[in-house]
């Protein structure tokens, strides 16, 4: 998913270009434009537990506006913190858990502070780039 500026609606893409030190191409992040400040480690790249999403969406009976980058299923996010992992070509580091925010909260009209507690997702640095696509599956690396 891509926001070219700072709350500005996100949008899915099939694909996205993910740049080293910068972010995928288009989006808020990349562009230097997002919420918060963009080139500190683990700014380039958020990802989210399409399970969690599920989960939280069933119980609010509504869709999360999430607003991180990639949405993967069948991987242990919290795990890849301090870790390399590839997702498709792309290689990334895990930098830290993407814990939910006031933003994030207000966006949504409430109820995903709490819920996303260690369960929001990873923030992630690019270390080597190329193109991401959907089905791409994250794979660790050592």
């Given at each position: ?31 230097g ?62 930098s ?47």
């Amino acid at each position: 998913m891509l926001a070219p500026a700072a709350e500005a609606p996100a949008h899915e893409v099939g694909r996205a270009l993910a740049v080293p030190g910068r972010g995928l191409e288009g989006d808020r992040y990349a562009e230097g434009s997002g919420t918060f400040a963009s080139g500190r480690p683990g700014s380039a790249l958020t990802l989210v537990d399409a399970d969690v999403l599920d989960e939280l969406g069933a119980a609010r009976g509504a869709p999360v506006d999430h607003r991180r980058n990639v949405v993967v299923r069948g991987a242990d996010l919290n795990a890849m913190v301090g870790h390399a992992f590839a997702i498709g070509e792309v290689v990334c580091r895990g930098s830290r858990l993407c814990e939910p925010c006031a933003h994030l909260e207000r966006l949504n009209a409430g109820g995903v502070l709490r819920p996303l507690v260690h369960r929001g997702g990873l923030r992630a640095d690019i270390v080597a780039g190329g193109t991401l696509h959907v089905g791409d599956k994250v794979v660790a690396r050592s």
